[in-house]
């Protein structure tokens, strides 16, 4: 693939619907690039922009209680050590995966309908794991000591504590999130050189013209380029993998029932894939309506995106289920506690809730009808949204809450400053995500372009 | 700050003076700098230049003196430190004293740790017949009363600052006046004492002013037990259980181990025994109550009655001993009552019955005809001259103190430790009577609400502060030597009684000494030091005096209880009669059997509540007669029915910031009438009160946490408390590291645990652990090191209940270790899990990782880093911990390794055997926890550890916890059809621990 060799895919034949039929070369780079070049600020944006940016400063203000005051603000005790920090935390990673995934793993899979929807997913995943990569450190009794946890030469003469799975945990998310930004930055080069090449105005024409870096478009950027994403995804795809992986370490390493569990690493990825393209969708369909770009992204996408999440979506329910059998197998009464405590008590109701956001509500994708319905997918993302929030939360609080001592058993109250955290990394996403929809292209307009011969040859199937 | 205000306090003539200048020509002046300066101002007084010199120098100290507590000084006396420590002060170690700590007017004799003379925590004196070695939380918490910020510090009359030397004024001012009419007018009110040197000092009172008065007054009085002792021998006599010599003992409401006086040598006669595996010498005891108490947690049977039943239960025993006493009204558990008879006539001299306090005189006699009958008098039970003295009944002596007040015959009324305008019976309305009182004085350690009502207001010593003396309950007396000079300007209440005795000159000191001067024989001056150093004083316990019974004692049968609804009024197991509701660590530290911290209830069992339609934490109207309060509710297995225990203490409206309002009063529904027991009523209202329980799930779930069996079973299957762990792999990928030197391990005997709660406030005490408040508290955030959880096992009605003691286990594969992201909690050479809090940045891991949930985490900054009065109780050799940061039982670990240090600069090898103690283990009563070296066979731990009652606490997760505990066996009566514990928890394994009983969430 790639501009000098645009249809010769090896025999492959690239699926309908990819792109729009009535969209040329031009009307792409017009409908897409003019959105950061326009000169006009947008009502509607601009008020989402300052709903957010009011949501942040909630997350400024919960920070600032929460560092003066301690951890304590939140609704946390022995023996609920980790409550909405963690689940949050785990929330956001989990949405994050979708970007890397779409962009590195349908990469290398040479799913070309990705195109569409890989830069605004890769954006969504960094912004998301940056809402995420808060919890972490914020949730420690002395975050201003969390770099301790990074291996580096001290006077104290102290390495972190390598067997540590919080410890895996800095490597894995870090390393994500840094080849989750070069990968996506390298990938905006070209574009930025086409807005850089479109701009009116001087501060623009210097801004994106010092962001793409000197590109010009020739023969050999371009193979640069294409080795340099062939390189990324190659780093990226086993991330994709291990940051759920580790992160479900967290729990899975733990001796405590309901955490010590086999199946986490491939049931936590698929819920980070699960949740990731339940966000994407979330995200993309408002984006797509509002800026008319329904011929780039198209029911295709959709129906695509859908489909994955009705793949791992299974693999999430098969999750659950291993969890309940093998509590029951192993014959362990702490495990099979664990299950009926779940299942019946004082937080059963946030358990069934998890299954029918879960499990139940994704088989409405079976049927076409759902998966094409705009509304009626929107609003079901936004059920599996929920439902994986809850499924983070059932497997830390109530793991936690009920363990082996019934005498330590106790509940766990969020406050105010738990929710208040939580909505405001709300705040912290969205306005980076109107930011970016305003500022960047939000969809790779070279890339699409690529695509548009290939779909007129096809035209008139459409 | 404290030492300035103590000695400007005494400086009264000038009370306004423009400068330092003036202030240093008064006489107090010149007499205090000379003492504490003596070349300095004799060099000031002869030359201008140096007076001025002297001045600057005493500005920069009294400014110096503010800054901190190194205005802690050794009392001017001589007082003795104990055997072992070095005899002068070396900086850095700690010199223990033996005093002791009084309540009820009975004295406890303490061993007080003191760094640099700061007293900072208490153990009890092995050679105290009251202590042996323990020491209850009550007591034990009497270290923090000394820095107690919210002390009352200063002298005030009519609510302004004053003086000693004006109160010695106005005070011989009221002697002068009322010396024509011999004291007539002026009236005393002191609690119940034992103290020869108070005695002697009202004596002197009496003859100088006959028609003085002096009335006692105690919420919580004896005097049923002496009254008993009257009808059945004719005379006032100390009732004295010999529990050593007991083979049987049935407790009847008595609460011996808890609030009845002499309750840690109760506890450590019948428990200790429980430490070897010699079962006739065990003595099975039988309990009685209405209420769970910490003995119906030992208890071999346990029987729920009501208050008022007991009386005729104890008659069904004594007929059925072939006593001829009338046939008993109530009906009685017939069973019950003939089983305990023939264990009790199979006992013989051996055969004890405790009688509680609160029971009638009727029932007091009737077990000492028992005894006599069994021949266990003078035996087993002792009786002797009484301790508290003089005998009077507290009720009707403030029941006449008050008809004097409302008759206006008192003029003045000094009132020593005593707050009655809170603790005295609702119908009496002392308040109101007080109010007549033309001059009213209060002495007390706070200003409570007693003060707050009186003209004078003196603030009194704290008990490590002042000269005294007080009996055990055997009658040895303990001289009480202060540790340190009073850190404000505070008063005894013996140097205000000797205002009235005319022994003005001297101090407490002198007033002390010359008590036993008169006393002793021989070289007084040795006695004397060897009594300091000992913490008794020798031959002074009182000698049996057995004399015979009357046998009209059958004839008497004990009044009835109340019908319907029985409203009991029990003292607080931390807060006493509300004397102790300042002290925060008691009123956080959670009660032994409810677990509730911070707050009282109305206690009723689950079948009440639910006759009643109560929920735990309903608030209901507590109805007594013509009088109300409103409590909630706690619903408490194991209660008789139609009962409603409350807890006196609590509810005080003038403790301080602490104390006040913490609760509900329920002397506001006591009368003086019935102040025991009485007829009540509850009326639900429609609201809640939140309620801080540490510990709301009391079933075990079938996880074999407190495993038990009978003796028998025991010994026909030696291995039961195993029984579970057979198929268990103990399979490690790792070579067991091997511990060359020390390794140290403990073990705790659940046989000998009945959850006094001792162990907890000790290691508070001894580990710097904060107090955390209510709130906290109901969110799940207490801090204490070591916990002692409860469980019932069988019916909801009627359970068996168990109590285990929690530390930190110290894993050998410890979950915490691996899952710590910056190597702040590891493993130490001897085997101790240790916690680096420098290095913890808090991510909570650990905590959740951990199994037993021991761990603790500072989620907010719970220390007192401001409170400068609060740093004098602190152990220097325990970090004060941070924010953020989590802790937990460290095994002592600065006194293992001031015991390292110590062998090491002895040149020894090995640390001898079992010479640490931990501080849980050095108060415990029962001594049901050993520590020591694991790799020592001749150490009490290592031997406990291979015997097959040892069982490690989920030891089928594999963490090979140090600490382990030995099963709990039942010294049962195969008479007594009860299905042994260890099957019924098995039977009772109830899904989610949702029993229709099950407490709050």
Same mark, same amino acid.
């Given at each position: ?462 | ?243 050593? /010599?007991?083979? !049987? =003992?049935?407790?009847? %409401? +008595? ?7 002499? #309750?840690?040598?109760?506890? @450590? ?79 013989? /001299?051996?055969? !004890? =019955?405790?009688?509680? %306090? +609160? ?7 009737? #077990?000492?005809?028992?005894? @006599? ?629």
């Amino acid at each position: 693939m790639g501009p000098t060799e645009p249809a010769s895919t090896g025999g492959y034949v690239a699926p309908a619907r990819v792109v729009g039929s009535s969209e040329s070369l031009e009307s792409v780079t017009t409908k897409i690039g003019d959105i950061p070049l326009s000169p006009r600020l947008d009502k509607l944006w601009l008020l989402g922009l300052l709903g957010a940016f009011g949501l942040l400063q909630l997350l400024f203000l919960s920070i600032a209680w929460l560092v003066t005051q301690g951890t304590g603000v939140w609704g946390l005790n022995i023996p609920v050590g980790w409550g909405f920090a963690i689940v949050n935390f785990v929330w956001w990673i989990g949405i994050g995966h979708a970007g890397t995934l779409i962009s590195a793993i349908l990469l290398l899979l040479k799913q070309e309908w990705r195109m569409a929807i890989a830069r605004f997913s890769e954006a969504m995943t960094i912004f998301a794991v940056a809402c995420a990569g808060l919890f972490p450190i914020l949730h420690t009794g002395r975050p201003w000591l969390a770099y301790w946890l990074l291996p580096y030469p001290n006077t104290m003469g102290m390495w972190p504590q390598f067997r540590s799975p919080l410890m895996w945990d800095v490597f894995a998310v870090s390393t994500y999130a840094t080849i989750s930004v070069v990968f996506w930055y390298v990938g905006l080069i070209p574009d930025l050189a086409t807005l850089r090449d479109r701009a009116k105005n001087r501060g623009a024409q210097w801004l994106y013209g010092l962001l793409s870096l000197g590109w010009r478009g020739s023969g050999r950027h371009w193979h640069r380029y294409e080795v340099a994403s062939l390189v990324l995804a190659g780093l990226a795809t086993p991330l994709v993998v291990s940051v759920h992986t580790i992160v479900s370490f967290d729990f899975a390493m733990s001796v405590i029932p309901g955490w010590h569990t086999t199946v986490f690493p491939p049931y936590f990825v698929a819920g980070a894939v699960y949740s990731g393209f339940a966000m994407v969708l979330t995200l993309i369909l408002p984006f797509r309506w509002y800026y008319g770009l329904e011929n780039i992204i198209t029911e295709r996408h959709v129906q695509n995106c859908a489909k994955v999440m009705l793949a791992t979506g299974l693999i999430v329910a098969y999750g659950y289920g291993m969890e309940v059998f093998i509590a029951w197998y192993s014959g362990v009464q702490f495990e099979w506690f664990m299950v009926t405590n779940r299942m019946g008590g004082p937080y059963a109701e946030y358990y069934w809730a998890l299954i029918l956001c879960n499990v139940i509500t994704p088989q409405f994708l079976w049927s076409r009808y759902f998966r094409t319905n705009v509304w009626a997918l929107w609003m079901l993302t936004i059920v599996v949204n929920i439902g994986m929030w809850l499924e983070r939360f059932v497997i830390v609080v109530t793991s936690l809450h009920r363990d082996f001592l019934p005498s330590s058993w106790d509940m766990y109250q969020p406050t105010f400053w738990d929710w208040g955290m939580y909505l405001g990394t709300f705040g912290l996403f969205f306005t980076l995500l109107f930011l970016f929809i305003r500022v960047l292209p939000a969809i790779a307009m070279f890339e699409i372009r690529m695509l548009v011969p290939d779909n007129a040859a096809k035209g008139p199937k459409e | 700050m404290s030492e300035n205000n103590a000695d400007t306090g005494a400086l009264e003539a000038p009370t306004h003076w423009t400068s330092l200048e003036e202030l240093a020509r008064t006489p107090e002046f010149e007499a205090f700098a000379s003492a504490e300066f003596p070349t300095a101002w004799e060099e000031a007084r002869h030359s201008e230049a140096g007076r001025r010199d002297f001045l600057k120098l005493m500005g920069a100290s009294l400014g110096l003196a503010g800054l901190s507590n190194a205005c802690v000084r050794q009392p001017d006396e001589k007082i003795v430190p104990y055997v072992k420590m070095p005899e002068e002060l070396v900086p850095g170690k700690p010199l223990e004293f033996a005093s002791a700590v009084e309540r009820g007017g009975y004295g406890t004799g303490v061993l007080v740790e003191t760094h640099t003379y700061r007293p900072t925590h208490l153990r009890g004196n092995p050679e105290h017949p009251d202590s042996r070695g323990g020491l209850h939380p009550q007591a034990q918490a009497g270290v923090l009363d000394v820095w107690d910020p919210d002390r009352s510090r200063q002298i005030r009359r009519r609510g302004n600052v004053s003086t000693w030397d004006s109160f010695v004024r106005e005070m011989n001012e009221v002697i002068a006046n009322l010396s024509e009419q011999n004291g007539a007018g002026l009236r005393f009110l002191t609690g119940q004492t034992s103290s020869p040197t108070l005695l002697r000092t009202f004596e002197a009172i009496r003859q100088r002013m006959p028609e003085a008065r002096w009335h006692i007054w105690e919420p919580v009085s004896r005097h049923h037990m002496y009254e008993g002792a009257r009808r059945a021998f004719g005379r006032y006599l100390e009732v004295r259980y010999r529990l050593d /010599r007991a083979s !049987v =003992v049935f407790d009847l %409401d +008595a609460d011996f181990m808890g609030a009845m006086p002499g #309750a840690i040598r109760h506890q @450590a006669e019948v428990l200790r025994t429980r430490n070897n595996q010699d079962f006739d010498r065990w003595c099975r005891l039988y309990v009685a109550e209405p209420t769970p108490t910490v003995g119906g947690s030992a208890a071999d049977h346990r029987l729920r009655i009501r208050s008022g039943e007991a009386g005729a239960l104890l008659a069904a025993v004594a007929r059925a001993l072939g006593l001829e006493v009338p046939r008993p009204k109530a009906s009685v558990d017939g069973a019950f009552a003939t089983a305990v008879a023939r264990d009790l006539a199979a006992a013989g /001299r051996g055969a !004890v =019955v405790v009688v509680g %306090d +609160a029971q009638p005189p009727e029932v007091h006699a009737l #077990a000492h005809a028992i005894h @006599a009958h069994l021949g266990a008098a003078g035996h087993a039970v002792v009786t002797t001259e009484p301790v508290l003295a003089p005998v009077v009944d507290p009720m009707q002596s403030l029941r006449d103190l008050v008809s004097a007040m409302n008759a206006g015959e008192v003029e003045t009324l000094i009132m020593l430790d005593r707050n009655p305008v809170y603790d005295a019976p609702a119908d009496l309305e002392f308040g109101k009577a007080l109010s007549k009182v033309p001059n009213r004085v209060h002495v007390g350690a706070h200003t409570d609400e007693t003060a707050d009502v009186s003209h004078w207001h003196i603030p009194s010593h704290s008990a490590f502060e002042m000269w005294g003396d007080v009996r055990s309950t055997d009658g040895t007396a303990t001289i009480m030597q202060p540790t340190l000079r009073p850190l404000h300007d505070t008063h005894s209440p013996l140097a205000v009684l000797s205002i009235f005795s005319g022994e003005n000159e001297g101090t407490d000191y002198d007033r002390v000494r010359k008590t036993w001067k008169e006393r002793l024989k021989g070289d007084f001056e040795k006695t004397w030091r060897r009594a300091l150093h000992d913490g008794t004083v020798p031959d002074t316990a009182f000698r049996v005096r057995q004399p015979k019974l009357d046998p009209k004692v059958l004839k008497g049968a004990p009044p009835p209880g109340p019908d319907g609804l029985e409203v009991r009024f029990v003292p607080d197991p931390n807060l006493w009669d509300g004397r102790f509701a300042t002290n925060p660590w008691l009123l956080e530290l959670p009660q032994p059997i409810t677990k509730l911290s911070w707050d009282n209830a109305v206690l009723v069992s689950p079948s009440t509540a639910e006759k009643q339609g109560l929920e735990a934490t309903d608030v209901v109207e507590l109805r007594v007669e013509d009088r109300m309060v409103e409590a909630p509710i706690w619903v408490l297995p194991g209660m008789a029915d139609d009962v409603a225990t409350v807890h006196l203490g609590w509810g005080r409206r003038s403790a301080g910031p602490v104390g006040s309002g913490q609760g509900f009063d329920a002397y506001a529904v006591r009368s003086s009438q019935r102040p025991w027991n009485t007829a009540g009523k509850l009326k639900k209202t429609d609201r809640k009160k939140r309620l801080a329980c540490t510990q709301d799930h009391f079933r075990m779930m079938d996880r074999g946490l407190i495993r038990a069996a009978t003796t028998d079973h025991y010994a026909s299957h030696p291995q039961f408390a195993h029984a579970r762990e057979a198929h268990l792999p103990k399979l490690t990928l790792w070579k067991p590291w091997s511990y060359e030197g020390h390794k140290w391990g403990m073990t705790i005997n659940l046989s000998a645990c009945n959850g006094c709660n001792a162990c907890v406030a000790a290691c508070q005490s001894e580990n710097n652990i904060p107090v955390v408040g209510k709130e906290q508290v109901a969110k799940g955030r207490e801090m204490h090191w070591i916990r002692v959880d409860r469980y019932y096992s069988g019916p909801v009605e009627d359970p068996v209940l168990t109590h285990q003691p929690v530390t930190c286990m110290m894993c050998e594969n410890a979950p915490c270790e691996t899952v710590c992201p910056v190597n702040a909690t590891v493993h130490g050479p001897e085997g101790l899990n240790q916690m680096v809090y420098n290095r913890c940045v808090g991510t909570r891991y650990c905590s959740n990782n951990c199994p037993y949930k021991v761990r603790r985490f500072n989620f907010h900054l719970y220390a007192d880093w401001y409170e400068e009065s609060l740093k004098g109780q602190r152990n220097p050799d325990v970090t004060v911990r941070g924010r953020g940061v989590m802790e937990k039982c460290t095994y002592c670990v600065q006194r293992i390794n001031r015991a390292t240090i110590q062998a090491r600069v002895e040149g020894k090898k090995r640390i001898e055997t079992d010479s640490i103690q931990t501080a849980c283990q050095e108060a415990c009563p029962s001594r049901a926890i050993s520590f020591g070296d694991l790799n020592d066979p001749d150490a009490d731990v290592a031997r406990k550890q291979k015997t097959p009652l040892s069982y490690a606490l989920l030891g089928e997760l594999n963490t090979r916890p140090r600490t382990t505990y030995l099963a709990r066996l039942f010294h049962r009566n195969d008479e007594l059809p009860v299905p042994t514990p260890a099957r019924q928890t098995e039977s009772h394994g109830d899904a989610a621990g949702k029993g229709g009983t099950h407490g709050s969430h």
